[in-house]
């Protein structure tokens, strides 16, 4: 796939009229699952399908996919897309699976404090992402656990893994202009091209916010071949969740806040620019966490998909 030009992307940025506080836009959910998905063996590939039919919007998804027709993807691997999404699609009451809402979930909020970042712990480990990932895994190795319960935190497992690694979902930025914290650059307002939008929208939408679902396969072999496993020892040295929660704090401290350096406001209208070449940088950064989020979800899928 063809990389967008930067200016084009801040150009789809500042259409946002409202920016996203979701973990990468539902473009990028899919791209990790897409990647994670194509390096399963086909008998792991047809156990994944074979679990996620019974999901709730098993249905919904698969009628959307005969809608698509002859241009739609194989089924199993629309499935699979459609599933990474899904956790998003159902918070603060939406889809009609409110029982399955876990709003916490999506992040970890370890406080930044400037100019030393001494680390913190994460303020509520009970109900965080690395939480999140230690139930999906949970659920999926109990032989007990119900059809439903097991495609529901499947679908969890794959949206999660996705989450960990959007730096912004691994920090709160605390300086004398947020005493209670930035909410993962929810409150810290840039802007890249004549109009303020939060970093944390910014960030969300680095690994694209096309429709185009083929789009996001493409993306996601483009990404692999830049960044073959072999090329990360990350996925040697750090194999846990609060492991890779923690590569997400240095790598907000390192490139999203600049080791606090990065201006910001608390207010869109009077947000400072960004410095020559941030977006740039941090698509390099997010396409890099991309191919970790995938490896380490195929990696997820077969220790725990039974």
Known sequence: ????????????????????????SGGGHMVIAAEAFKALSPELKAKVTEILKAHP?????????????????????????????WPDEIRRGRGGNAQYDHPHWHYVDYPLRPPKFPMEPAPIPEDDVVFGIAHCEKVLSDAKASPEERAVYLSYLMHLVGDIHQPLHCSSLFTEAYPKGDKGGNDFYVSPGGRGIKLHSLWDQLLGTSRNMQSHVNYAAEIEAKHPRRSLPELASHKTAKEWSLEGRNLAIEKAYLD?????????????????????????????????????????????VR
């Open 1 to 24: 796939m063809r990389k967008p030009p930067i200016l084009a992307l801040i150009a789809a940025l500042l259409l946002l009229a409202t920016p996203s506080t979701f973990a990468w």
């Open 260 to 304: 606090g350096k990065l201006k910001g406001s608390t207010e869109g209208i009077s947000a400072p620019g960004l410095p020559e070449g941030y977006t740039k940088e941090a698509k390099v950064a997010a396409e890099k966490q991309a191919a970790l989020a995938g490896y380490r979800l195929g990696d997820e899928i077969r220790g725990f």
């Open 57 to 85: 919007d098993y249905a919904s998804w698969e009628q959307a996919h005969a809608k698509a027709g002859a241009d739609s993807l194989d089924l199993p691997l629309y499935i699979i897309m459609r599933a990474s999404t």
